[in-house]
């Protein structure tokens, strides 16, 4: 994340390498949703392992891999962590540089929510209702037009009668890929007007957000999401679970398509804003860079992501015991991530 300020933070982070003699520290860059569980573990690792303590940043996860792919050298980093599944374009950029062997675990599950300040007026909302709420276009009596909704009352008499103020996450968050995927692409694909599109159309019909005030970017992280939130009570942020849960004093969430966003009904896919979360990792750096194999097997043990690890208390949701089985073995063994 952090668009306005990220070349300043990659200048810093390279210095800060340099300074501490890059190569001997492991350097993990990437998503604001996996940033504190990566943390977590990099502390846990740093106090109990005799490595030195990971570096982690919150680079967004796009960030990320541009950094993560920029090449083999010391000074780059050795993981990276995603709100989403690494590209094919993505892949091809780290090959492109020399990186040409990555690695893929998935971590667990986040939900996204719909968030408000608590004491604003509760929200009951569908996929297509919040893809309304945010789309640019939007079909209308057959026909796509300029988004007309100004209020959320105009989408369905039983909304809230306030001003549509969605805060979103930025094009360089893995939570603004995931959005397109979830609810925009969902949604959008049930109006025959835009079925009928050609695919690059379609795509643009589906995935651009309102320019209008109604959709608000945020490059940076969650807390400033959490700011804007606190300050207009009316308004609704996407942010994610974990980030809920751990300021369920301050924000309260909207059910979508009548499920509420719980630890159980995210691990059961019963609520439809799940999404898994990922971490990869630079092939080339496992014996050079110093303690890389043991914190991946630090992150993948059951004491961390198991149903009743210590992450789970960050509110990472755990993967399915099989899962979590199959993936702890792939951290062993890290083979090349096929897509």
């Known amino acids: 994340m952090f668009r306005k300020t990220f070349a300043l933070a990659a200048f810093a982070t390279m210095a800060f390498a340099t300074a501490a003699q890059a190569g001997d520290q492991i350097r993990i860059v990437g998503s604001s949703t996996v940033y504190p569980f990566a943390t977590t573990v990099a502390e846990q690792f740093g ?3 005799g490595f030195k303590t990971p570096v982690v940043e919150s680079t967004g996860t796009g960030g990320g891999l541009k950094l993560f792919c920029a090449g083999n050298g010391p000074d780059t980093p050795s993981i990276s962590d995603a709100s989403r599944r690494i590209t094919q374009s993505e892949i091809d950029n780290c090959a492109a540089n020399g990186v040409k062997h990555v690695a893929e675990v998935v971590i667990g599950y986040d939900g996204i929510v719909v968030a408000q300040a608590k004491g604003g007026p509760k929200m009951a909302l569908n996929l297509d209702e919040l893809y309304r709420a945010m789309a640019k276009t939007v079909p209308v009596n057959g026909k796509l037009v300029a988004n007309p909704y100004k209020k959320w009352s105009d989408i369905n008499p ?18 603004r890929d995931a959005i397109v995927d979830l609810v925009m692409d969902k949604a959008c694909e049930q109006y ?18 309102r320019e209008d005030g109604a959709f608000i970017e945020v490059s940076e992280n969650y807390t400033v999401t959490l700011q804007k939130l606190l300050a ?8 994610t679970f974990s980030y809920l849960d751990q300021n ?31 971490f ?3 092939k080339s750096h496992v014996g050079k860079i110093p303690g890389i194999k043991e914190y991946i097997a630090e992150f993948t043990s059951e004491k961390a992501w198991g149903k009743d ?8 949701i755990a993967a399915p015991d099989a899962q979590r089985k199959a993936e702890a073995k792939k951290a062993k063994l890290l083979p090349d991530v096929k897509l």
């Open 309 to 316: 690890g210590y992450l789970a208390e960050k509110g990472l």
């Open 158 to 175: 039983k909304l809230p009668k306030e001003d549509i103020v969605v805060f979103g996450p930025a094009s360089n968050h893995g939570t």
């Open 248 to 278: 369920g004093d301050k924000i309260q969430a909207a059910t979508i398509d009548g499920q509420v966003a719980t630890y159980d009904n995210i691990a059961s896919g019963k609520y439809p804003l799940s999404r898994p979360l990922f």
């Open 192 to 209: 025959p007007v835009i079925k009928a599109l050609a695919k690059g159309p379609k795509q643009v019909a589906c995935d651009a957000m």
């Open 232 to 239: 207009m009570p009316s308004a609704v942020g996407i942010l």
């Open 280 to 282: 990869y990792v630079k």
């Open 47 to 49: 106090k109990t392992s």
